[in-house]
C-alpha cells in the first residue's frame, strides 16, 4: 500500500522560507505528477503548485514569485519551497501524486496525511 509522507512543516515569522518534502512509501513503479494543496480553516482545499515527470510546473497565483515546486524524479520526491511566506500562507498542507505501482497498473491519486505550516506576523 503507498502512503505519502510529507515533512518540514511548522511555525515561522512573516518573511521567513520554509521547505517541504514528501515522498511515498512502498512499491512505486511510476510518479507521473505530483503536487501541493493547502486548506486554511473555514476554507476549500485550494492548489498551490503542481509538476509533472517531464518537469512542467503551474503555481496558483498569491504563491507565484515566492514558492518553487521541484521534484527529485529518481527518489520519486516533491520538494516545494516557500520564501517571503506571508500569515494568510497558514494552513495544512497537503501533498497529492498520480502513482502506479507496477507496470501496466492504472494510475491512482494519492494524498498525504498533511502538514501544518503556521506563519506568524
Known amino acids: 500500500q503507498v502512503q505519502l509522507v510529507e515533512s518540514g512543516g511548522g511555525l515561522v515569522q512573516a518573511g521567513g522560507s520554509l521547505r517541504l518534502s514528501c515522498a511515498p512509501s512502498?512499491?512505486?513503479?511510476?510518479?507521473?505528477?505530483m503536487a501541493w494543496y493547502r486548506q486554511a480553516p473555514g476554507k476549500q482545499r485550494e492548489l498551490v503548485a503542481g509538476?509533472?515527470?517531464?518537469?512542467?510546473?503551474n503555481y496558483a497565483d498569491s504563491v507565484k514569485g515566492r514558492f518553487i515546486i521541484s521534484s527529485d524524479n529518481a527518489k520519486n520526491t516533491v520538494y516545494l519551497q516557500m520564501n517571503s511566506l506571508k500569515p494568510e500562507d497558514t494552513a495544512v498542507y497537503y501533498c497529492?501524486?498520480?502513482?502506479?505501482?507496477?507496470?501496466?497498473?492504472?494510475?491512482?491519486?494519492?494524498w498525504g496525511q498533511g502538514t501544518q505550516v503556521t506563519v506568524s506576523s
Open positions: 497529492n501524486a498520480d502513482i502506479q505501482d507496477r507496470g501496466l497498473s492504472p494510475y491512482v491519486d494519492y
Open positions: 512502498g512499491s512505486v513503479f511510476r510518479i507521473s505528477a
Open positions: 509538476i509533472t515527470r517531464g518537469g512542467s510546473t
